[in-house]
């Protein structure tokens, strides 16, 4: 894996002896001798990870910092402080600037390596969630930047995993000022209650008894539920191996003993506000995907998302030897509704038609809009006969209770025709089993509208 690295230092030599050691393991590395250099490189988004020294003369990295994470434009740039500053109230200075992790000189090469690889990871996840948002905010969709920056990372859900009753208590005690904290003293059932419940963030401590505590690190990673949920682990002064060991297979942060309180809540404010930020980017991936395939109007599924599952619909069926029966659904003289009572008034017949035909089909059937007032219900594994009294249940259904428009001020009268048409053979397609329902639906119209046709073919 590879990344574009940009290290801050206004001292020459340090910035050479990183460059090198970076290189070194192929990440592609970028230099700023400032403050308003560096903010100036992060604004054209041509870095991945910033390095970022302290003590710097124009402007401090506790400043450069929280530009950073202040401007929508890099607030997703992780920011690693690596300073000669090591007291916990400077640790704590950075966590609460916005930075990802504070790094004391000299750091050991295998811990900057693993750490800079284990957020060059988590950037690139980010960086896709953000591309795809870019469409969504093109439809509308709120941009997820402005909460991040205004989010203070607290009111969070946190499980502690520790079998230390001493050492839960007082990490307990520590995060019940800002979070909701379960503790469970039992490894084994971590997982579960972890999976269950709904975290913002799981604490694992490397010191349990009789497990071994990365090894659940590891399976909170592997397991879908909580896949997404950071990690932050509890670590011993000599457990620097482990710990580098941990961020290669996915814990997002560590603290090391004796905790202090405020770098503690520093450190899980920070996790929990990433997750929640990488949440609302997905949360946006979701919608915009949903808005790509369904009608805004009714909810269900649109004309585009049919054809393109119908195809495969029939493949399937026809290569199972299964049925799959087609109804196309068109709401009697619709004209004269949006003519007589105008066109809110048709907005919400057509809504309320659509959670009549959601109530009266299963999961497994496709129901979209397909234009206008003409809807199309795809119904996998089943015949004509079964069709045809789901479709006389529904037209039923429909012509037997008034719907209410104008914000329920009065009630209409709405009738429907349906035609049916069923998979013919193993080479029918898709396009003439539509047809010949549409076909089956221009009778029902013809006839007298208000019931159903079924496909003569």
């Known amino acids: 894996m590879t990344a574009r690295v940009l ?27 400032s403050g308003v250099e560096a903010l100036a490189i992060c604004e054209k988004a041509e870095c991945d990870i910033v390095l970022l020294d302290v003590m710097m003369p124009d402007m401090d990295g506790f400043e450069v910092c929280r530009r950073l994470k202040k ?24 966590l609460e600037a916005g930075a990802d ?27 896709e969630l953000r591309m795809r948002a870019v469409t969504s905010k093109e439809i509308g969709i709120q941009n ?17 995993v520790d079998d230390r009753a001493s050492s839960s208590e007082r990490v307990s005690a520590m995060l019940a000022t800002e979070h909701t904290v379960d503790v469970v003293s039992n490894p084994n059932d971590a997982l579960f209650r972890a999976a269950e419940g709904n975290y913002d963030l799981v604490i694992v401590s490397l010191a349990l008894e009789n497990f071994d505590g990365m090894r659940l690190c590891s399976q909170v990673r592997s397991l879908e539920r909580t896949r997404n949920v950071p990690i932050l682990a509890i670590a011993d002064p000599d457990d ?22 405020n770098e503690m809540l520093a450190r899980a404010r ?31 599924y649109n004309r585009r998302y049919m054809e393109s599952h ?51 089909i299963r999961g497994i059937d496709l129901a979209c809009r397909f234009g206008g007032e003409e809807f199309v219900i795809i119904m996998p594994e089943t015949d004509m006969a079964v069709a045809t009294i789901v479709a006389e249940r529904l037209r039923r259904r429909i012509a037997s209770e008034r719907f209410p428009i ?52």
Do not use: C, W
């Open 101 to 127: 992790d504070f790094l004391t000189k000299p750091v050991s090469d295998v811990a900057l390596i693993a750490r800079v690889r284990s957020l060059a990871r988590l950037k690139m996840m980010t960086d």
């Open 270 to 300: 920070t996790q929990i506000r990433k997750k929640r930020y990488t949440e609302r980017l997905r949360d946006n991936v979701q919608m915009s995907i949903e808005m790509a395939i369904t009608d805004p109007l009714t909810g269900l």
């Open 71 to 94: 401007n929508p434009a890099t607030h997703h740039i992780p920011v690693v402080m690596v300073t000669a500053l090591d007291h916990p109230s400077d640790r704590v200075r950075g």
């Open 406 to 457: 104008q914000q329920s001020s009065k009630a209409i009268e709405v009738t429907i025709s349906i035609g049916i048409a069923t998979l013919d053979a193993a080479d029918d397609s898709a396009a003439n089993i539509l047809k010949r329902a549409d076909q089956a639906l221009y009778r029902a119209k013809r006839d007298g509208r208000n019931r159903v046709v079924a496909d003569a073919a």
């Open 240 to 261: 620097n191996v482990r710990m580098v060991r941990g961020l290669e297979i996915g814990v997002n942060d560590y603290v090391m003993r004796p905790i202090d309180k």
């Open 144 to 160: 997820p930047e402005n909460e991040a920056i205004a989010d203070v990372g607290r009111g969070g859900r946190v499980l502690i």
């Open 310 to 360: 119908l195809s495969a619909l029939v493949e399937q069926a026809a290569g199972r030897g299964k049925p799959l029966t087609a109804l196309v659904l068109d709401i009697d003289y619709f004209k004269s509704v949006n003519d007589t009572h105008g066109h809110d008034a048709g907005d919400d017949v057509l809504r309320e038609f659509a959670v009549r035909v959601r109530k009266s």
């Open 7 to 33: 290290v801050v230092d206004d001292v020459p030599a340090n910035v050479k002896l990183l460059e090198a050691r970076l290189s070194a393991e192929y990440f592609d590395v970028a230099t700023a001798m």
